[in-house]
């Protein structure tokens, strides 16, 4: 069960303790993160929300190893992120985590198909292989219809199927979400949370997503609100 | 190999810009190409020079002649293994724009000077028998279609009139910068037919037992004429090549100077484009950093793509220089050793490598650096 008294047992498959993160700007510090604790379970889903400039999308990135905080440490299935080197953390973002972004970001000049392999070329899987993981992907994202359509050709929603696609062929440890709705119209925004639940249900897949849209939130088990800093106890969906 | 679509991907991304890419390093390499075999005809004479041949001229100057008596004379020195002789004919075949150098040769002697030129013995012995016959260079031959037995009129600029000529023997080379445009006759045919001059050469051309001798064999050809009518002036082939180089110096600096320039603004405006294309990607980048490409990978394939570039205009440019060379001298005379050797071509194909990695390893550099929160605007 998620935790953010920093007080949970050893068995949680994300560990974040006393995370500060501190940006300068000119000669201002500006304090995103203050002591913030989080352990997360495998396989729940949960939304972090607050206002803007609430470190919603800093504590994304240190989660993702995308960045380094100032202060505390990082477990993630008992490997401590926050110490590795920036080559290391290449190796392990490639391995466990699957992002997915509010602009779906998806190479322009590759087909879906061809962008669903990117994140299978770091691994040692041959051309079948590879394959039959993208098909996979692209079958339980429901977009496999579209696999040979460049993004250019595709709607919002289809383009951000693509992207979950993506994020999860290479059967990551966890999904990291950052407003994966909000360039999308309702409909489709619905559509691509409901697949989100149902990939956490179907797979067991922990996924964390940022969203200031508190209907987008409800698709969550869990809603932690980040004020000042810190996270503090949310609303318990599930 | 795998991640070749990228590649394929990234130069299908702007058409257009590819192609000006690719043009870019084509115009550049076939520049260089051009370039190259300019400084071939340029430098001909000192890349064939014989080490150990002197050439013996008037010390006054080339154009001044020299006593036919002086051959026995030089021959007597010490460690002087062959003596030849040549004098300039200066004509032309129907029109003045057809140049090539004929010269009044010493038939007997001047091949075993010059080993490097190969005639059928049989041709030869024709030659000799024929008192207007004369040798042509397979280049010269060929550029005007002429065949054995042919008879060939050259107007002589110097001693008027028409000469005529049976072409006897055509002879090749063992290197590709040999000069294979020579027209070669008797010079008993000029001594006979030319109103005045008679009993004078142009220059002497002198083999030495071994090349350590060039130097003591030339200080005595000169000592022996000194105070003479007619002094020499004695430097091994390739110092006399290198004093004609340096006449027309200027020219081939000025030729190679603006070659240069064009040449290396093409390469800089070719890495901008190359550093312009990546930034245009750099949210791309990020995103396959984010993904978990290393900034080692993505730095080669930066750099692979600018190889790719530079690999497929550089080497197709040169390519195109060398089958224009193929065709011989473009100027109709004047640069008669046009060609890219293979060392040049080596030299272009390293710069070609140079020049793309360097274009690219700079904004791979770039690409290397990129902090993905940053370029992500995620802060």
């Known amino acids: 069960m998620v935790n953010v008294n920093g007080k949970s047992d050893a068995t949680s498959l994300i560990r ?15 304090h995103c993160l203050s002591g913030l604790n989080l352990d997360v379970e495998k396989g729940e889903f949960i939304a972090f929300m607050g206002p803007s400039g609430s470190g919603k999308t800093t504590l994304l990135n240190l989660l993702g190893g995308l960045d380094k905080p100032t202060k505390g440490s990082i477990v993630v299935n008992d490997i401590e992120i926050t110490s590795l080197s920036e080559n290391m953390l290449a190796q392990w973002r490639a391995k466990n985590v699957g992002f997915v972004f509010q602009m779906y970001n998806l190479l322009p000049v590759l087909t879906a198909y061809q962008n669903v392999e990117i994140p299978l070329l770091l691994t040692s899987l041959n051309k079948k292989e590879r394959d039959e993981h993208i098909t996979a992907a692209l079958e339980l994202t429901n977009i496999i219809d579209r696999k040979d359509y460049y993004p250019s050709q595709l709607s919002g929603g289809q383009q951000q199927r693509v992207s979950i696609a993506r994020a999860i062929v290479s059967n990551p440890l966890f999904l990291l979400c950052d407003e994966p709705t909000g360039d999308l119209d309702r409909k489709s925004g619905d559509e691509v949370m409901t697949l989100l639940k149902n990939l956490s249900k179907q797979l067991n897949m922990t996924v964390l997503m940022v969203t200031h849209d508190p209907k987008t939130a409800e698709a969550a088990d869990t809603i932690l609100h980040l004020e000042k800093g810190v996270l503090i106890e949310g609303k318990v969906l599930k | 190999m795998k991640f070749l679509f990228f590649l394929k991907a990234n130069i299908k991304r702007k058409k257009i810009r590819t192609f000006l890419t690719l043009g870019s390093y084509f115009a550049a390499f076939l520049l260089f190409g051009l370039l190259a075999a300019i400084k071939s005809a340029f430098h001909q004479g000192v890349d064939v020079a014989g080490a150990n041949r002197l050439i013996v001229s008037n010390k006054t100057s080339i154009i001044m002649p020299l006593p036919l008596s002086y051959k026995e ?104 910068e040999d000069d294979l445009t020579q027209f070669l006759f008797h010079a008993s045919y000029l001594e006979e037919r030319r109103p ?126 060398k089958l224009f060379t193929l065709k011989g001298d473009p100027t109709g005379g004047f640069l008669p050793a046009f060609y890219i050797s293979s060392s040049q071509i080596a030299l272009g194909v390293l710069l070609i490598i140079v020049f793309g990695f360097f274009s690219g390893a700079l904004p791979a550099y770039r690409v290397y650096k990129l902090k993905i929160v940053d370029a992500l605007g995620r802060i």
């Not at chain 2, 028409?162 to 090749?172: D, G, M, Q």
């Not at chain 2, 110096?249 to 550093?275: D, H, P, Q, Y």
């Open chain 2, 196 to 321: 005045w001059g008679k009993g004078m050469v142009g220059w002497y051309i002198v083999e030495t037992n071994n090349p350590d001798l060039a130097y003591s064999v030339s200080k005595e050809i000169d000592r022996k004429f000194s105070n003479s009518s007619y002094e020499t002036k004695s430097d091994t082939e390739k110092a006399f090549a290198l004093g004609f180089v340096k006449q027309i110096g200027n020219i081939e600096l000025i030729i190679l100077s603006i070659g240069a320039i064009v040449f290396t603004t093409l390469l800089l405006v070719t890495s901008n484009t190359m550093e312009m294309s990546l930034r245009e990607r750099t949210g791309e980048i990020a995103v396959l950093k984010t993904i978990g490409f290393s900034d080692k990978l993505l730095y080669f394939l930066t750099v692979s793509e600018s190889l790719f570039y530079s690999l497929l205009g550089g080497l197709l440019g040169i390519f195109t220089a």
């Open chain 1, 16 to 30: 974040a303790r006393n995370l500060e993160k501190i940006y300068t700007r000119g000669e201002e510090e500006i």
């Open chain 2, 73 to 176: 004379k030089i021959a007597e020195i010490h460690g002087v293994k062959n003596v030849t002789f040549a004098s300039w004919f200066g004509g032309y075949y129907k029109d003045p724009k057809n140049f090539f150098a004929q010269l009044a040769v010493d038939s007997e002697t001047y091949f075993d000077v010059y080993k490097e030129f190969k005639v059928d013995k049989n041709q030869f012995l024709d030659f000799m028998k024929d008192r207007q016959g004369c040798v042509i260079g397979k280049k010269t031959a060929e550029k005007y279609g002429f065949k054995i037995g042919d008879r060939i009129p050259i107007i002589a600029s110097i001693w008027g009139g028409v000469w005529e000529f049976n072409l006897r023997a055509i002879y090749t080379g063992t290197k590709e």
